[in-house]
C-alpha cells in the first residue's frame, strides 16, 4: 500500500504544468547567495578533511627526514670540530 502511494505521487508529481511565479530581483540574489554559499561550505569541508591529514603526513615526514639527517651530520660536525681546534686567530 505504502509503494502504490509513493507510485501515485510521482506520477502526479510528474503531471504538474509549470509554475508562473515571478521571483524578483531581491529573490533571486538571495537564491544564488544561497548556492555559492552551500557550494562554498562543501568545498571548505571537502578542504578541511583532506587537507590538513596530508598536511600532517607530509610534516610527520619532514621532521623525520630532518632527524636522519641530523643523525647523519651529527657525527662529521664532531669530527669538524676536532680538525679545527687551535687553528682560531
Given at each position: 500500500?505504502?509503494?502504490?502511494?509513493?507510485?501515485?505521487?510521482?506520477?502526479?508529481a510528474?503531471?504538474?504544468?509549470?509554475?508562473?511565479?515571478?521571483?524578483?530581483?531581491?529573490?533571486?540574489?538571495?537564491?544564488?547567495a544561497?548556492?555559492?554559499?552551500i557550494?562554498?561550505?562543501?568545498?571548505?569541508?571537502?578542504?578541511?578533511?583532506?587537507?590538513y591529514?596530508?598536511?600532517?603526513?607530509?610534516?610527520?615526514?619532514?621532521?623525520?627526514?630532518?632527524?636522519?639527517?641530523?643523525?647523519?651530520?651529527?657525527?662529521?660536525?664532531?669530527?669538524?670540530e676536532?680538525?679545527?681546534?687551535?687553528?682560531?686567530?
Amino acid at each position: 500500500m505504502n509503494l502504490f502511494r509513493v507510485y501515485i505521487f510521482l506520477v502526479l508529481a510528474a503531471q504538474c504544468a509549470s509554475l508562473q511565479a515571478y521571483v524578483g530581483p531581491g529573490m533571486s540574489g538571495g537564491v544564488i547567495a544561497v548556492v555559492f554559499g552551500i557550494l562554498g561550505a562543501i568545498i571548505l569541508a571537502l578542504f578541511g578533511v583532506l587537507y590538513y591529514p596530508i598536511k600532517r603526513a607530509f610534516k610527520g615526514r619532514r621532521t623525520k627526514a630532518k632527524e636522519l639527517s641530523d643523525k647523519d651530520n651529527s657525527g662529521l660536525e664532531e669530527k669538524d670540530e676536532t680538525d679545527n681546534e687551535g687553528t682560531e686567530p
